[in-house]
């Protein structure tokens, strides 16, 4: 294997591994279970800083005489929704199950019908000891009450919609209305009030929210479930944002106004949507909890939408709670009538960045959409997806071995150029150099045009080495004996903690990232034993490319299958189109069109003539040298 294809291996598995060691998460530290709430909002700091003011006793109900002095004290004119009966009533469609609770009136458990969590358990988003969902209101007289403590009435119900009132009295109450249309991950929210007036200030005109969410441990490794699991946000107007999924603790106040805000794991979003206006003086926090625990991070936002209590005031939202399916994201777009802006959402769906992206969206997923309509085994899919690529990339393998070919039929000729120069003197190494140049122009080979083409090929591989782990069409897809594509496939596996081991290699060893470290070594036998040139090596450069073998197994051992199985697939691939090209180049047919090629006039490349003007330099440097000694 010469220097260059060698190189280009390494920097391909450099960049590789760049990426694991960048998205690694950071250690972790337990999260203390009563977290504190965040820093009281400038309204909740008014009302405790101005005395609570009585409201006559004509305003209040007569149920609300008989409440205890504390109870009103606290409570006011909302005394006698303080106190009442919890009960859950649920909404359920052919994907999702939603259900509410009246002490609240918000969602306190949300179960995605169509998938299943590991062991083959139900999959729940979050249940009631997961959530909490408050409208702190600021009243007339002075008291912040939240309605988190406060009792609903359940006005109307159904399989797909219901609507929950708080009461004030006779003249005044806050409709919260929740619809779950059919074959649906969207759950439209209506918040509607009606003489609230006399609730709430006159001059009020945003309403604040407070939402957190414990995320639940859903898949296998909770290292690589927790390095996608943060806050992310999207401007109005603007790019989508998130709070770093590998701190242990993060916190942002955000003044400009958000389109959405979602809380998301590695293949699941709760996302919540203002559809009329946006969503403004936001504070998001995230907390990681203890490694291997049943949580991975603690999501936490206070924030306010628009809502005035003068003309009867209505907002809006939609309540995302689903996969990160990026057909499906993408799809809610073109559902969006008029000049609405684009919600965007697939961007939850990591792809990489700039052309790593523009890969995935533009190529991988159409391809991968065309051959999931023909085809339901998805290790059928990665194969066929493999080959499609080598035969797209096979015209740069093709140079590839072409550059390799003309160097080794080369070799004799460098050989009697590095005998007639001997020794590591730099005037020597200068004259070996410049005639090893001037044999490759003369025969038209070029040492550079054995990396390029792999280059080249490195946007595919690590595009694909971002599609494959956040794919959620992998999960729970099995094949052969891997029983989940989107998580690693042990063929052994462990529970003693071995020191060093189980921290950077795990308790396992996956099959299909044991079968490319394989291939991997086979491959990197065969390219070397038909690539050797005849040019000096550094000493122990030939064993980089076993240790690089070893360095992807650690590294690659707790991945995705589908993931391993595609590189192994690939490697393979690759060690077949390398052996037909060898049995399919005429090599004596090849030096003798190389010789052909001295006898004509060559002209010199820019890089070339400049290299030949820097040993020109460095050798009149030495010749003064010489001279002044």
Known sequence: ?????????????????????????????????????????????????????????????????????????????????SVGESRQITLKNELLSIAFDTKGGSPVQAELLQYKAQEDKPLYLFAKEDIRVNLPLLTIDNRLVNTEDLYFSVLNASDTSLTMRLPVDSLSHMDITYTLPRNDYRLGISIRGEGLNRLLPANMSFQDLEWTQK??????????????????????????????????????????????????????????????????????????????????????????FPFSVNDNSQAEFTLFLGPNDYNLLRGYDAELSGNKESLELDQLVYLGASVFRWINQFLIIPTVNFLSGFVSNWGIIILLLTIL???????????????????????????????????????????????????????????????????????????????????????????????????????????????????????????????????NVIYTKYTMSQSSTGQAQMPGFKYMPYIMTVMFLVFFNSNSSGLCYYYFISTLITILQYIFFRFGINEEKLLAKMEEN???????????ARMEQLQKQQQELQRQQRKRK
């Open 598 to 608: 001295k006898k004509r006039p060559q002209k010199k490349s820019k890089w070339v």
């Open 389 to 519: 690529i080598k035969l797209l990339l096979s015209p740069l393998t093709y140079k590839s071995y072409m550059s390799q070919a003309k160097m080794r039929v080369l070799k004799p000729q460098v050989e009697a150029i590095n005998a007639k120069y001997p020794g590591n003197e730099q005037s020597m190494m200068l004259k070996r150099n410049q005639e090893t140049m001037s044999l490759y122009r003369a025969a038209g080979a070029s040492p550079m045009s054995g990396c390029l083409p792999m280059l080249l090929q490195m946007p595919f591989l690590i595009a694909l080495y971002m599609y494959f782990p956040t794919s959620i069409l992998l999960r729970g897809e099995s094949f052969l004996w891997a029983k989940d594509l989107s998580t690693y496939d042990p063929i052994l596996s462990w529970d003693v903690h071995i020191p060093i081991i189980s921290t950077y290699f795990g308790n396992h060893i996956s099959l299909f990232c044991l079968l490319w470290a394989i291939t």
């Open 215 to 304: 995320m639940r441990t859903q898949e296998k490794s909770w290292k690589f479930e927790n390095q996608y699991t943060s806050i992310y946000y999207k401007y109005r107007g603007g790019e989508m944002e998130s709070l770093s999924p590998t701190k242990n603790e993060a916190k942002e106040n955000i003044k400009e106004p958000i389109r959405w805000i979602a809380f998301k794991d590695k293949y699941f979003s709760t996302v919540l949507i203002s559809d009329n206006d946006a969503f403004e003086n936001n504070i998001f926090e995230i907390k990681t909890f203890a490694e291997d625990s049943e949580y991975t991070k603690e999501c936490s936002m206070r924030t306010s």
């Open 1 to 81: 294997m010469d220097k260059n294809t060698l190189w280009g291996m390494l920097l391909i598995g450099a960049i590789i591994i760049g990426f694991s060691i960048l998205n690694k998460p950071e250690e972790t530290f337990p999260v203390i279970d009563n977290i504190p709430q965040s820093d009281t909002i400038a309204l909740s700091q008014k009302a405790q800083q101005t005395p609570a003011t009585t409201l006559p006793m004509d305003s209040l109900s007569a149920d609300s005489v008989l409440l205890s002095s504390s109870t009103m004290q606290k409570y006011g004119v909302l005394s006698g929704v």
